[in-house]
């Protein structure tokens, strides 16, 4: 069993910690990989193994944090795997505003899934009166 984290707001790297007992006892955590350009990362981080043993990562890391999110603020979406048991170079998937990662799976196809939500600025300021509001994210999968 083993848990990855990005431990909250600043952190530069993803970290796990394993557990062999099924979670009665935990080891030392470890470091994964560092976040890509010196990005501070933001809670959110999930790992699928696929079906060929290897690990994938999306998470987030802010990219500017002042002013408006999805305007001035951004918490980009980024994706890193392992090749052989070791993490290869993260990329981005998404620049803009994410609040939250919604789920990562892989179907039965082989195909690796990814939903989040995305900020959409222009939504930031609340409808016009008779209007409905439509929040300001929307769910994207990747």
Partial sequence: LRIFYLGGPGRTEVRSVASADHGVSWGKPRVEFPLPGGGA?????????AADGELHAAFHVHRGDRGKPGVDRHLDVWHARTAGGKWGEPRR???GYVGSLRGFV???????????ARAVPERLAPPPAGQPDRGWHDVVAY
């Fill in 106 to 116: 892989q179907l039965k196809t082989g195909r690796l899934v990814l939903a989040f």
């Fill in 41 to 49: 990362g933001h809670y959110g981080v999930q790992v699928v193994e």
């Fill in 93 to 95: 998937l998404f620049a």
